[in-house]
């Protein structure tokens, strides 16, 4: 066992100090561990400045104790410290637990010894529709009565109720742990799941040359692997696989939906889903909208067939996903028919789904966009601007804020007025406004009725507070 593993064998017989509690990543392993029976504290500089103060105090009424980012939470030599392998040395936590002989986790390594020692773990991975796949894989398994446990990093609306306002997690019974694995940072080597999903394969945080060795690696893991037939990076990655079930629109998927079939609107999809294998054949209707939706249900629907579900009982499950939080979540229609849509798009690929299910529909696109930090700029800025610059049409608009920073060490020489230029120089219409209060002022000027306005960024969970006080500033 990894040390990981073995100060994870007993969660509840261990004190936990999560560092940045409140974060997408963090929040839902916090929960895991609490529903196992484990204490839990944490600190965050989000509630030290008083950010999102309706998250903290709901896990206040949990029984988590916050306490200031300055050192004060780290008490003894027993506690776990969780923290993010990435935050600096400097943070106030990292010191004293450093000073009193702490043993440290990072986020990844927690969670990989709490999903590896799951009966039949699912792991989902790919650079775009993680957690959409995770929460649609989840709510068939609970659909179905698996009772699974989730770790998504997305709220899941299926979940919200009045006592679980931040339902990203689940704690189930059953043996089935369902979990995004991030790429990003290369801890994906750390999980060894039963199932796999494989989205896509595309430029993100790392090369493709990276890329395609943590994924073909991650298929060679697997006892199986949902694999998507319609990307050719993916497939190329195939003969890693022990078994494989492809799915998609095109000749190489098993678990397909049919393309003349397929029905759009703009708050949902339909589709025959095929079995090609026995001619099995179920009409699925999705209540989120977009390709994207479609072919992240079938990866789901792939997985859930791995792991024993039938295809008809899944199907039936999906025509009930409410969808996740900041994934093209419609916050609402002003008195004059401007529509508010928040969204988590941040990179090329998932921008241009975004963009392109807003385009498939009438009405004129205003788009903000907040960059999720400087280093993704520098990665990916250039593919970045040929995507708001070629999925917008001549009467749409694309407004980029300076990007989140919450404090560190980074490197700030490319921002967002570098990436205006280069939307421009793609014939696209671009303008860089740095506040995002004076953005919002700017949006609110220029909307018309029947105009959609879409809020990007990740990183930041007051963009959701954002879209909601511009939506009530539209006329």
């Not at 100060?7 to 609490?34: E, K």
């Not at 446990?149 to 997305?154: E, H, Q």
């Not at 796999?196 to 298929?219: M, Q, T």
């Not at 040929?386 to 490197?411: E, N, S, W």
Request: one cysteine or more; charged letters at 20%.
């Amino acid at each position: 066992m990894t040390t990981a593993e073995t100060i994870a064998a007993r969660p509840a017989a261990q004190s936990w100090f999560f560092c940045g509690i409140g974060g997408s990543g963090m929040l839902p392993l916090a929960l895991i561990l609490h529903g196992l029976g484990a204490r839990v504290s944490g600190s965050d500089r989000s509630f030290d400045q008083g950010r999102t103060p309706e998250k903290f105090a709901w896990l206040k009424r949990l029984g988590f104790a916050l306490l200031p980012q300055d050192g004060s939470g780290i008490v003894s030599p027993a506690q776990v410290l969780v923290a993010s392998a990435a935050i600096e040395d400097t943070v106030p936590e990292i010191v004293a637990a450093r000073a009193l002989g702490c043993p440290r986790l990072s986020r990844a390594e927690l969670l990989a010894a709490l999903f590896n020692r799951a009966a039949q773990p699912i792991a989902v991975a790919g650079t775009s529709g993680k957690s959409t796949v995770t929460g649609m894989i989840g709510w068939i398994m609970t659909a179905v009565g698996r009772d699974p446990t989730i770790m998504n990093g997305a709220v899941m609306k299926n979940f919200v109720a009045d006592d679980a306002p931040f339902a990203a997690a689940r704690v189930g019974s059953g043996g089935d742990f369902v979990a995004e694995v991030d790429e990003s940072d290369g801890s994906i080597a750390l999980y060894r799941p039963r199932i796999g999903v494989l989205g896509n394969v595309s430029l993100d945080h790392k090369s493709l040359e990276e890329l395609r060795a943590l994924f073909g690696d991650f298929c060679a893991r697997c006892d199986a692997v949902a694999i998507n037939a319609d990307d050719p990076e993916s497939m190329a990655l195939a003969p890693r696989a022990a078994r494989l079930l492809p799915f998609g629109l095109g000749a190489g998927a098993v678990i397909v939906a049919e393309p003349a079939s397929i029905r759009e609107g703009a708050t949902g999809i339909c589709a025959d889903i095929v079995d090609r294998r026995t001619g099995a054949r179920h009409a699925l209707a999705l209540a989120v909208p977009g390709r994207h939706n479609l072919m992240n249900a079938l990866a789901a629907l792939a997985a859930a067939e791995l792991a024993g579900v039938e295809l008809g009982d899944a199907v039936a499950a999906l025509g009930r996903f409410s969808g996740l939080a900041r994934r093209f979540d419609i916050v609402g229609t002003s008195p004059g028919g401007i529509t508010v849509i928040d969204d988590f798009g941040h990179n090329p690929e998932k921008v241009a789904a975004t963009l392109d299910t807003l385009r498939a529909h009438p009405g004129r696109v205003i788009a903000l966009f907040q960059p999720h930090g400087f280093g993704p700029l520098r990665q990916m800025g250039a593919e970045l601007a040929t995507v708001l610059a070629t999925r917008l049409g001549a009467q749409d608009a694309v407004i980029l804020t300076d990007p989140v920073y919450f404090g560190g060490t980074v490197d700030r020489s490319v921002g967002s007025a570098q990436i205006v230029a280069l939307v421009n120089a793609a014939g696209g219409h671009g303008v860089h406004i740095a506040g995002r209060e004076d953005a919002g002022a700017a949006i609110a000027a220029m909307a018309l009725p029947g105009d959609r306005v879409v809020i990007m960024g990740a990183r930041d969970d007051t963009l959701s507070a954002f879209a909601r006080d511009l939506l009530a500033r539209l006329p």
